[in-house]
């Protein structure tokens, strides 16, 4: 497969994002050439084909210089800064080697992963609305909050250690992609200007450039341009360790309210005459307590025609009790519905499709997810099976068996020694009562909130870091976690003293989720040694502290660090195009 192929194939697995993002590019090059965007002090620079707008203002230096008083808090800020971007400098370059091996690995064993959205353009960048992970409205709060901190905390430092802020303001490549404080470039990074003259904004013209005389300036020291490049991504950090702190505290503010939720009703079925919906939680029948979709099945299964019942359900936080009489054929369909057949897969390959019921394997019946996943976890590759399965969730849906079904490994983890099907399954398990007429589905609430409660202790190792990073594309099995909204917020209410703030606990969970994972994502991301993150300018000042302490300082040393600095840019950037378009290359779509 050539590279034009690959190529090929990525744009039009793109192509909304693609068109998108070329009709933003010739819109930007007109109103560049004809000098709209300079007449409002807005400058375009190209980063590999991509237009990038710096959008400035003058606003906000009084209140800079107002808070960069308390000059040795921030001194002190930025030093402890120091350590934590070197390890995560660390952290994340071993990260991209490691993804690299695994991918060049991966073709050796002809193993490389199929196209998917971990490797898809729009969900490499962190722009709400675009990356499918990032919820579009708590994706925007939570990047203007990582901008803000990030950008300011730049400013604030510059102030502290003498050196102009020249101007505030957006990056934007078609939405915000970040935010920046101009420092005086010769100042911080020694590029040098025209000697003697300076330009500014003009007052009465905005966008218009008059010459001043330059005073002589002072050039930063290694220590204080390190201070200041730092600065930013340690705002990121405490952010971050702020709002997940929150976030934890207010976990213990919601509770449970069951695990079992109305699917489906049946139509013409006492429950839609009786007035019941999907989406409502199922607690109880008549005096049963339902903890989960066994025990819904096992009352069903016993109920006689014409039974007066009374449906315990919790509607939209409001509990309500409906009763109805059920009718003949009690009959109940039990089994794990399939959401997903995995491209590429032994399902697909058999012909196993979404919203078919599994029932049975082997001789193992299939009650419900439980039953499935440890009947999965006794299996290896290679191993045969027979699947029987429901074509549909109805009572006369057909039973189709597939036998001598064949195991795989699995394609993406090699550590996993049990055998690899190819589905994905909701937490709905598929169970339907036709006397009653409803389909129930499970979300274990209990379990997942206490799972969501562990995390924290889990930090002291790698696996809990991981876990806290992966949480919105990973979740806990694969599914995500977007946070406490649409459907899952059915499954829980607030408790104590935050049951008068209603839905505002799921509010305020949101905000603190996103706007700690952005914060900590932006920070880490802007720590690898590339230029020209932050990580990268302090990467290249290390390495030319180290060297100078060896050779002594000159010209030749700036040389030196520079090229390795670059070096290891060009070196981070094709990590990323090879976890792009590798599987593209591999598959040719």
């Not at 030093?79 to 991209?96: Q, R």
């Not at 009562?433 to 924290?456: E, T, Y």
Request: glycine share 10%; with cysteine.
């Amino acid at each position: 497969m050539s590279l034009i192929d690959a190529l090929s194939g990525f744009l039009v697995n793109n192509s909304l994002f693609v068109s998108v993002f070329i009709t933003y590019a010739l819109l930007v090059l007109l109103l560049d050439r004809r000098g709209t965007l300079s007449k409002y002090n807005i400058t375009v620079h190209y980063f590999l084909f991509i237009p990038v707008l710096m959008i400035r203002t003058q606003k906000g230096q009084l209140f800079l210089d107002r808070l960069a008083v308390h000059k040795r808090f921030w001194r002190m800020f930025a030093n402890i800064g120091l350590p934590a971007m070197l390890i995560g400098m660390v952290v994340m370059f071993l990260l991209l080697l490691l993804i690299d091996y695994i991918m060049i690995q991966s073709f050796q064993t002809q193993t490389v992963p199929i196209p998917g959205k971990m490797n898809e353009a729009r969900n490499l960048f962190l722009i709400p609305g675009i990356n499918e992970y990032i919820p579009l409205w708590w994706g925007i709060i939570a990047l203007v909050v990582t901008l803000v901190v990030h950008e300011f905390s730049h400013a604030i430092l510059c102030k502290v250690e003498g050196i102009k802020v020249k101007s505030m303001g957006l990056l934007v490549a078609l939405f915000p992609i970040g935010g920046f404080a101009e420092p005086d470039e010769e100042q911080l990074l020694g590029k040098k200007e025209e000697p003697g003259k300076e330009t500014i904004e003009s007052q009465d013209q905005p966008g218009k450039e008059t010459i001043a005389a330059q005073e002589p300036k002072k050039l930063a020291t290694r220590s204080e341009r390190v201070r200041v490049l730092t600065a930013g991504v340690m705002a990121n950090f405490v952010t971050a360790l702020i709002a997940f702190i929150l976030f934890f505290s207010f976990l213990g503010s919601i509770s449970p309210v069951g695990e079992v939720m109305v699917t489906d009703v049946v139509t013409g079925s006492p429950a839609e005459l009786a007035g019941v919906e999907p989406n409502m939680i199922l607690v109880g029948i008549n005096d049963k307590q339902i903890n989960n979709g066994n025990d819904f099945l096992s009352y069903a299964e016993g109920l006689e025609p014409g039974t007066n019942i009374t449906l315990q359900l919790i509607d939209s936080k409001v509990r309500k009790s409906i009763s109805l009489v059920t009718k003949a054929g009690n009959q109940t369909s039990p089994g794990v519905r399939i959401s997903n057949v995995i491209a590429g897969s032994p399902a697909e390959a058999a012909g196993l499709k979404p919203e078919m019921i599994l029932i049975k394997v082997n001789n193992a019946e299939i009650k419900g997810i439980d039953d499935f996943v440890s009947f999965m976890n006794s299996t290896k590759p290679g191993q045969k099976i027979d699947i029987h399965v429901r074509s549909n969730s109805s009572l006369n849906a057909s039973i189709v068996i597939f036998s001598n079904f064949e195991l795989a490994k699995h394609p993406h983890d090699s550590e996993i020694t049990k055998g690899f099907m190819g589905i994905t399954y909701s937490s709905e398990s598929g169970a339907v009562s036709h006397s009653i007429g409803i389909g129930i589905g499970q979300f274990p609430s209990k379990v997942f909130l206490g799972m969501l409660q562990s995390i924290p202790s889990l930090l002291t190792g790698v696996t809990g870091w991981i876990l806290l990073f992966s949480l919105p594309i990973y979740g806990f099995a694969g599914e995500g976690f977007p946070g406490f909204s649409g459907l899952i917020t059915n499954f829980y209410e607030p408790v104590g003293m935050a049951a008068g703030l209603g839905d505002g606990v799921f509010w305020i969970l949101n905000a603190m989720l996103w706007i700690g994972w952005m914060n900590f994502y932006v920070g880490l991301f802007n720590c690898l040694p590339a230029l020209p993150l932050d990580g990268g300018h302090v990467f290249r000042d290390v390495v030319a502290t180290s060297l100078s302490r060896l050779f002594g300082n000159g010209e030749k040393i700036e040389r030196i660090s520079n090229s390795i600095a670059v070096i290891f840019a060009f070196m981070i950037l094709g990590s990323f195009l090879l976890v792009i378009f590798g599987p593209y290359a591999a598959y040719g779509f």
